[in-house]
């Protein structure tokens, strides 16, 4: 067990539609980290948060977005949903928020299913 | 910008073989981490090097920074059904690119 909580686990839903993941970091972790695995692609880095504040984008489209809350727990929102957006969004915290990430905890995903 | 390429993309081995995964980058970088991902489960860190030209062993596995900062593979000796799974390098560099992950390698062991 990472520490990081993710919901809801799996999640079904149809095109056009909009969801809201859930992560809770690990107990004193300030930053979190999104990221999106598709089938047989690797983790693409989405966006980071270090104490409610974004501090570093990648490649995350402009239908998505994240916040991170006063009591650290974080939101990915993705709007105007396609089916290429159906993958694994994992939630990671770490300690650090700056000069080096350190190690990354993943909490075990979010399968989105989009039909 | 910044490629990174990790090799290979996927290895079927007999359980007891070892194993060599690598990757290479066209930036330099001050930290590699090394992840494995288990079937269904979220990437968990295996191991962590912080200086060029560092070997470190972990039980069975063993990473090496490469002197030119570019570089990093990671060893697995006498494989166990247990290894299977999808290896991650992450390179740390700072800023955005410092969130970067390799493909992946997916190692499969027959039994």
């Known amino acids: 067990d990472s520490g990081v909580t993710q919901t809801p686990k799996h999640l079904i839903t149809a095109t056009g539609q909009r969801v809201t993941l859930r992560c809770s970091p690990r107990?004193?972790?300030?930053?979190v980290y999104w990221y999106q695995q598709s089938l047989d692609q690797g983790l693409q880095f989405l966006i980071q948060?270090?104490?409610?504040?974004?501090?570093a984008k990648g490649n995350i489209l402009e239908r998505f977005s994240a916040q991170q809350f006063p009591d650290l727990h974080s939101e990915l929102n993705l709007s105007s949903l396609e089916l290429g957006d159906s993958a694994l969004y994992f939630c990671?915290?770490?300690?650090?928020?700056?000069?080096?990430?350190?190690?990354?905890?993943f909490g075990e995903g979010s399968r989105l299913t989009v039909l | 910008g910044q490629q990174l390429n990790q090799s290979p993309q996927s290895m079927f081995i007999q359980e007891g073989e070892d194993v060599s995964m690598n990757c290479t980058s066209s930036?330099?970088?001050?930290?590699w981490l090394w992840y494995k991902q288990d079937p269904g489960e979220g990437p968990v860190l295996l191991i962590a090097?912080?200086?060029?030209?560092e070997l470190t062993s972990n039980g069975r596995l063993t990473a090496q920074f490469g002197i030119t900062r570019k570089d990093s593979f990671l060893n697995i000796s006498a494989s166990i059904p247990s290894d299977v799974g999808i290896y991650f390098c992450?390179?740390?560099?700072?800023?955005?690119?410092?969130?970067?992950f390799g493909q992946g390698t997916r190692l499969t062991i027959n039994p």
């Open positions: 990671a915290s770490s300690r650090s928020g700056s000069e080096t990430t350190g190690e990354l905890f």
């Open positions: 930036s330099i970088f001050n930290t």
């Open positions: 992450a390179p740390d560099g700072g800023g955005a690119q410092k969130l970067v």
């Open positions: 090097l912080y200086k060029a030209g």
């Open positions: 107990s004193g972790d300030l930053s």
């Open positions: 948060y270090y104490n409610g504040e974004e501090r």
